[in-house]
C-alpha cells in the first residue's frame, strides 16, 4: 500500500464522480425484463389451479416445469444485453482511467480476459432466469406437500399457491440487482488484475439502506485475493445479495 496510485484521493468517502460508481439503468431494464417471467408464472398458477379440485396442483407443476425450458432462448437474449452492457460500462470506465495513465495502460486493459468473463456470467443468467419457474413449481409442490403433512387447512394452502407470481416477482427483482452488481465487479476486477492492481477500496451507496456489515467496510481496503466473509457469505463488494457497494481499484504507481 506505500506506493500506489488511487482512482480516487486518499479518503475515507468516494468521489461523486468516482468512474466505477453503480448506474441502475442496467438494474431497472434487467428487472424489467425477468419480471415478464414472473408475471407469466402467476398467469399460470391463477389460470390453471382449482381450489376445489386437488389434481389442478400437479398440472399447475408440471406446466411451471414445461415452461422453463422453453425461455432459454429468450433468457440468453435477455442475459446476454445485460451482461454486454455492464461489461461496456465497465470498459468505459476504465477508458478514462486510461487517459490518465497513459497508452501502456490502455493496452494492458484491453488485453484483460474478459471474453471468458462474458460468457461464463451469460451462462450463470440464463441458469437464474430459467430457475424462476422451476422455482415456482418446487415451491407449489412443497407447499402441498407440508400442508398435507402438517394439516394446514386446503384455504390457507390455496392462498400460497396463488401467491406464486408475487413471490416470483420479488425474486426477479433481487436477481436483477444482484447479478447486475456481480457482473459489474468481475468485470472490474478482471480488468484491475490486468495491469497489476492487487486491491481496492470498497465503496458503499452512503445511504441509510446500506447494511451495517457493509458500513462497516466502507473506505476499507481490500485485497482481491482475500475477499471478505461477511454476515456468513464471502465475497467482493458487490458481490452480496441485493448489495450496492462497488469496488473502487487501487493500481500500482507506473
Request: proline fraction near 4%.
Amino acid at each position: 500500500m506505500s506506493r500506489r496510485h488511487r482512482l480516487a484521493l486518499d479518503r475515507a468517502e468516494p468521489s461523486a464522480r468516482s468512474a466505477f460508481i453503480r448506474a441502475r439503468k442496467a438494474e431497472v431494464q434487467y428487472s424489467r425484463q425477468l419480471r415478464k417471467v414472473a408475471r407469466h408464472i402467476g398467469d399460470l398458477v391463477m389460470g390453471l389451479f382449482d381450489e376445489a379440485d386437488p389434481a389442478s396442483v400437479g398440472i399447475v407443476e408440471r406446466a411451471l416445469r414445461r415452461y422453463a425450458p422453453t425461455i432459454e432462448g429468450w433468457a440468453n437474449a435477455v442475459g446476454g444485453r445485460m451482461v454486454t452492457e455492464v461489461a461496456a460500462r465497465d470498459r468505459k470506465a476504465w477508458m478514462a482511467v486510461a487517459r490518465e495513465m497513459g497508452t501502456a495502460v490502455h493496452r494492458e486493459i484491453e488485453k484483460a480476459p474478459t471474453g471468458a468473463l462474458l460468457r461464463e456470467r451469460l451462462k450463470e443468467q440464463v441458469s437464474l432466469i430459467t430457475s424462476l419457474p422451476a422455482e415456482a413449481a418446487d415451491r407449489v409442490h412443497k407447499l402441498t406437500i407440508e400442508g398435507l403433512s402438517k394439516g394446514t387447512r386446503a384455504s390457507e394452502i390455496a392462498a400460497e399457491i396463488r401467491k406464486s407470481g408475487d413471490v416470483s416477482i420479488a425474486k426477479a427483482n433481487t436477481i436483477a440487482r444482484t447479478e447486475v452488481s456481480r457482473t459489474a465487479t468481475a468485470f472490474t476486477e478482471a480488468r484491475a488484475k490486468s495491469i497489476g492492481s492487487e486491491g481496492y477500496i470498497w465503496r458503499t451507496a452512503g445511504d441509510s439502506d446500506v447494511r451495517e456489515s457493509h458500513r462497516a467496510m466502507a473506505g476499507k481496503y481490500v485485497l482481491w485475493s482475500k475477499p471478505p466473509t461477511l454476515d456468513g457469505m464471502t465475497g467482493h463488494a458487490g458481490q452480496y445479495p441485493n448489495c450496492r457497494c462497488y469496488p473502487e481499484p487501487v493500481i500500482p504507481d507506473a
